[in-house]
């Protein structure tokens, strides 16, 4: 039986974070290097697991050690279509062998991607904007969202995660108490079907309610409502991902208050779902404007906003915007790789079918223990919300960071999010195998067992 109880909680904003206090611990050279990684890097660096992992190589959705020992990875979405992917190494050499350079200059290889990517969404989104990063995209989504309705107020879920700049930090609740929300800022349930559905008030109708108490809220305070904006597979929340359709309500709440609703596509983008290329067509919206972020060029620094045209008239005419390397040639060519990988791998297919057969096997070797409430997700992004039991609901951060770490003794790697921590979050590169599949389900009904 697992002891829960000697674990100890994790913080909100240390989901699965090493401990310093441990440090005696570990083997003597990662001792030395983490010593050096706090003298040169400072505090807010953090590790993940209760003993960190060296990694000094990665192939695909595989992780090497100085050892040599390899690690499954079921965590890393960035590296989309898997660490190291030949495509994407042969594209960027090839650019960077022949030119880097800014969107200043007339181009066809952005041309071609941008064509090609705006393809992939409805027909209203028609512009596309390139950043650096996934917090750029969303500082820049919000700032023309502030821009097109001349009001201030957000609207987020209270476990969202959105990006790092101060702007973007102010509606990322998830950051914790240390990094407070805007003034602007309103905050609603997460979309969790099992704690505040019933058959009375469907998940939608809840969800409604919370967002109409919300504009209130905004308008009393004279601010107005800019935008609601949402990761659309809710990862840091705890991976909702249905029922589909409950953000339809929202939207049309949002655009009746004269606000933008933007998708946060940068985790669920990208065909990880499995259904579509972007998280939020599994809902049957059209959003005003969609995010991107690091999936987007197997983590080369490359992210992007689409716009609906009509936002981007007043905004273009009046605001100077310059993303100095947002889009930058070499970037392109790793997105353009990814684009095509995914493409002519069919991995969009080879999420739906991998992590349904994930989910099926979750659910099978989890069917008997009173601490999983529920296995949920779509395509490649899952989440396991761990509980004291099914009664009470009540979640268990000890017990998931428990589980996340033994995995880690196995060499599987994955983490965990939710508001107490207590969710099992699984989101590997989209090449995962039926292969890998069947050994994290091995390990993880191996671990399992220590519960029963």
Request: aromatic letters at 6%; one cysteine or more.
């Amino acid at each position: 039986m697992m002891e829960t109880s000697q674990i100890r909680k994790p913080s909100r904003a240390m989901v699965n974070g090493f401990d310093p206090n441990r440090l005696s611990e570990l083997p003597d050279h990662i001792q030395e290097n983490i010593r050096r990684r706090d003298k040169s890097l400072g505090p807010s660096y953090r590790l993940f697991y209760n003993t960190p992992v060296e990694v000094v190589r990665a192939q695909g959705v595989t992780l090497f050690d100085s050892q040599g020992n390899e690690y499954l990875d079921v965590y890393n979405n960035v590296p989309s279509v898997g660490h190291a992917h030949p495509r994407v190494v042969a594209a960027v050499h090839e650019q960077m062998q022949k030119l880097n350079t800014n969107t200043r200059y007339v181009q066809e290889s952005i041309l071609d991607y941008s064509e090609q990517l705006l393809s992939t969404f409805p027909a209203e989104l028609g512009h596309i904007m390139f950043t650096c990063t996934g917090s750029e995209a969303n500082d820049l989504a919000m700032r023309v969202a502030k821009y097109v309705t001349g009001n201030q107020g957000i609207i987020v879920t209270a476990g969202a995660y959105h990006g790092l700049t101060t702007e973007v930090a102010s509606f990322s609740p998830s950051l914790g108490i240390g990094v407070p929300l805007g003034a602007n800022v309103r905050v609603i349930d997460a979309p969790d079907a099992l704690r505040y559905a019933s058959d009375e008030k469907p998940l939608a109708e809840h969800l409604r309610d919370q967002v109409r108490a919300a504009i209130a809220d905004l308008h009393r305070h004279g601010v107005g409502v800019a935008a609601f904006i949402a990761d659309s597979i809710f990862s840091s929340d705890g991976v909702f991902d249905g029922p589909a359709g409950f953000l339809r309500p929202i939207v049309e709440e949002i655009h009746a208050a004269g606000g933008l609703y933007i998708a946060d596509e940068v985790q669920p983008g990208f065909g990880r779902t499995g259904e579509e290329w972007w998280g939020f067509q599994r809902h049957g919206i059209v959003p005003d404007i969609v995010t991107m972020g690091k999936p987007m060029g197997n983590g080369i620094p490359i992210s992007a906003a689409v716009f609906k045209p009509e936002l981007l008239v007043e905004f273009g005419k009046n605001i100077r915007y310059f993303n100095t390397f947002g889009g930058n040639t070499v970037a392109i060519a790793a997105a353009q790789a990814v684009l095509d990988v995914i493409r002519e791998e069919s991995l969009m297919e080879n999420a739906l079918k991998v992590g349904s057969k994930i989910q099926s096997e979750l659910r099978r070797i989890t069917q008997d223990l009173d601490q999983v409430a529920e296995v949920r997700g779509s395509g490649l992004f899952i989440g396991v919300d761990l509980v004291t039991d099914r009664s009470s609901l009540t979640p268990d951060g000890n017990l998931a960071g428990l589980i996340v770490n033994r995995l880690r003794e196995e060499r599987i790697l994955i983490s965990a999010c939710g508001a107490q921590g207590n969710v099992l979050k699984l989101r590997p590169p989209l090449p995962f195998s039926m292969t890998d599949a069947d050994r994290l389900i091995e390990a993880m009904d191996r671990v399992l067992q220590e519960l029963r």
